[in-house]
């Protein structure tokens, strides 16, 4: 993926201090379908470690995590 468009970004969590990237990651996962892919924009520096970890234990994958202007964006598919 290249560069994505910051104003179609699923979730902008920017602001958010942990734990609140991540629980917000997960209500929004919740009713997608398998396979179904969420962009998620964080400021928070723990997310970098957090939703990384979040998603092994839940079986979703990283599909991108890159720093992209004043944020961190992860694409994540469900698993």
């Known amino acids: 993926m290249d560069d994505v468009d910051l ?7 920017r602001g958010l ?3 609140l990237p991540v629980l917000r990651l997960r209500k929004r996962l919740m009713p997608l379908a398998a396979g179904d892919a969420f962009s998620l924009l964080t400021d928070d520096p723990v997310a970098a470690i ?6 092994a234990e839940e ?5 991108v995590n890159r ?3 004043d ?5 994540v ?3």
């Open 17 to 19: 201090i942990c734990p």
């Open 7 to 13: 104003n179609a970004v699923d979730l902008d969590a």
């Open 50 to 55: 957090d939703i990384p970890h979040f998603c």
């Open 59 to 63: 079986g979703h994958e990283v599909l």
């Open 67 to 69: 720093v992209q202007e």
């Open 71 to 75: 944020a961190r964006l992860f694409v």
């Open 77 to 79: 598919r469900k698993g």
